[in-house]
């Protein structure tokens, strides 16, 4: 059997860029970054990570976001708590 295998993979150049800044960061290569991952999947017998269709709520929070719409300021992180308990 085989030590290892290739894997070819498609994805946004830009993506890949920022990932592997991050996996620099950690000391990883990408190949070791993939090794983890897929790992993970199989100690967890699925994706090591929650993955769901947001509900009604998160969606309007997601596009009110992205169109940077009803956002609250804050001077300080004090006041930003403040309004987080009301």
Known sequence: MSKS???SV???PEL???ADEI???LGLTASQAIVLFYKQVE???GLPFAVRLPNATTRKA???AQERRNLKDFENVDDLFED???
Request: glycine share 0%; net charge positive.
């Open 5 to 7: 295998v290739t894997l």
């Open 43 to 45: 100690l967890q017998q």
């Open 62 to 64: 997601l596009e009110e």
């Open 23 to 25: 996996f620099r960061r």
């Open 10 to 12: 498609r994805m946004d």
């Open 84 to 86: 987080l308990e009301h």
């Open 16 to 18: 890949k860029r920022k």
